[in-house]
């Protein structure tokens, strides 16, 4: 029996199970199981040598956006739209077979924006080149769910699970759960506050599924289960992602304005160009990118080109800011003046913790080189080697 039919065999039990207080224990182990068949089917195949099939698709600009949606929603109109990269559209699905790149230039930054083939139910499984999509839409900062406006709110659902199953977890937090595998001592269970839906012996219970005898674990927040296997299982990536809600020329006001109140979730049309700068903006929020300006001593700033920093990057402190011009700065940073909304007044006298806003400006200030021993009068020894036998002899007297 095949990973795949091994899966479908204990959803369909986890189906037939009744929810209650008796059967939580037995659930709690189906999804450890489930979770484990899930990361072998992502892995590659034994005795394959080499790269797998995927996309090649070289990083380039400040932040990465992923396109995913199923066929013919809009997704390379879109791209031709915001980049200016041509993306065929036909009337037919699956009109686009491969990645194709393309760059949005906005607010001074470079935005690399990522048209992917569409994605079928049982992409998860490796369906209609799923398995590529996912992997590429893994490496990107956020994603952009493209949906048709005018088709069901189960799109929605089934995208979101398909990500789920592959380990994306979309506008979600990593769990507040301390989770460390030890050598000895056996399994050490705290918590810092009550638990409802998770209690000691079915933690133990899901860490012997995954052959765990010795670890530590601290439940810092109320979890699930399904968060305690995403921390044992370590492999799980959280990402933002924005809904965008395509082709609202087809459907009546009260849809788009029902559509437009959801979390995440922006309304466009491809066809009329309608609402693209609200698109940008929230991308440009959600990536949480940080521009950052240049001053050189005694001169202006540099408006023109920018520091891109971000959260999800490398930090946006000064410390990542010098090491993003040159790994070698920091140590010869005495300190940096900074104008703008992170400072309390202009200049602020800033260290290396400093946290940076957009739209800072920043000088830097170097340490200067010190002369040995000072200068002059001053000064604490000669130049005069220590040792006597290292000193210029001089020439004897004439007699």
């Known amino acids: 029996m095949g990973i795949i039919e091994r899966i479908k065999e204990i959803e369909a039990e986890m189906a037939r199970t009744q929810k209650n207080k008796a059967t939580e224990y037995h659930l709690g182990q189906l999804k450890a199981k ?73 607010n001074d930054t470079k935005i690399q924006l990522l048209d992917l083939p569409g994605i079928i139910e049982g992409a998860s499984e490796g369906k209609g080149r799923g398995r590529q999509v996912i992997a590429v839409a893994k490496s990107s900062d956020i994603v952009l769910m493209v949906l048709d406006a005018s088709k069901s709110e189960g799109h929605r659902q089934i995208l979101t699970r398909e990500l789920e199953a592959v380990g994306l977890r979309l506008n979600k937090r990593p769990p507040q759960i301390y989770f460390k595998k030890k050598k000895t001592g056996g ?39 399904d968060d305690l296997i995403d921390v044992i299982e370590g492999n799980r990536k959280y990402m933002k992602c924005v809904y965008v809600y395509n082709k609202i020329d087809v459907i009546g006001i009260d849809d788009v304005d029902r559509l437009a109140r959801q979390p995440n979730s922006v309304v466009i049309s491809c066809n009329l160009k309608l609402n693209f700068d ?34 999800d990057r490398g930090g946006c402190s000064v410390e990542d800011f010098c090491n993003h011009i040159h790994r070698s700065l920091v140590k010869d940073v005495k300190y940096v003046l900074v104008w ?15 946290v940076l806003q957009d739209e800072d400006v920043v000088q830097i200030v170097k340490k ?32």
Request: charged share 25%; aromatic share 8%; proline share 6%.
């Open 34 to 106: 489930i979770a484990k068949l899930r990361t072998q089917l992502l892995e590659p195949p034994k005795g394959s040598s080499g790269a797998g099939e995927g996309f090649e698709v070289t990083k380039y600009g400040h932040g990465r956006v992923a396109l995913i949606g199923f066929p013919s929603v809009g997704k390379s109109t879109l791209l031709t739209m915001l980049t200016g990269t041509h993306s065929e559209a036909a009337s037919y699905e699956f009109t686009t077979l491969t990645c194709i790149p393309g760059i949005v230039h906005y």
């Open 187 to 225: 399994i050490s269970f705290n918590s810092t506050m009550p638990l409802t839906h998770v209690d000691e012996k079915l933690c133990y219970q899901i860490l012997h599924e995954y052959k765990i005898h010795n670890a530590e674990v601290l439940f810092r927040e109320d979890a699930t289960v």
């Open 278 to 311: 609200r698109l940008l903006s929230k991308i440009w929020e959600e990536m949480g990118l940080v521009r950052i300006y240049t001053k050189p001593q005694g001169q202006q700033p540099d408006f023109t080109d920018p520091v891109v920093l971000s959260t």
């Open 340 to 354: 703008g909304t992170s400072a309390r007044h202009y200049p602020q006298h800033c260290g290396l913790g400093h």
């Open 368 to 399: 200067k080189e010190k002369e040995d021993g000072g200068r002059g009068r001053f000064k604490s020894h000669s130049n005069v080697p220590s040792r006597i036998s290292d000193r210029e002899k001089k020439a004897p007297l004439k007699t």
